[in-house]
């Protein structure tokens, strides 16, 4: 999907988000918890949806370089 500026909604910073202050969906905590499982971590709660975002980012960044 394409947001007006022509990029994907996938490239958009999650501080853009228009929802991004909104609590982290159901899929983002699963997802989250699952990554600090196998980082040994514990995952994070109350997140909103755009700090979900990042903690998946640097989580996925963490699991390639171990």
């Known amino acids: 999907m394409k947001t ?5 909604a996938a490239e958009k910073d ?10 982290m969906t159901g899929p983002q905590a699963s997802y989250l918890e699952t990554l600090a ?4 971590e514990q995952p994070p709660k109350d997140l909103t949806k ?7 980012d640097e ?3 963490r699991a390639a370089r171990g």
């Open 4 to 8: 007006q500026d022509g990029s994907s």
């Open 14 to 23: 999650p501080a853009q988000w228009v929802t991004g202050d909104e609590p």
């Open 50 to 56: 755009s700090q979900a975002s990042r903690a998946i």
């Open 37 to 40: 499982q196998q980082a040994g």
């Open 59 to 61: 989580l996925q960044q």
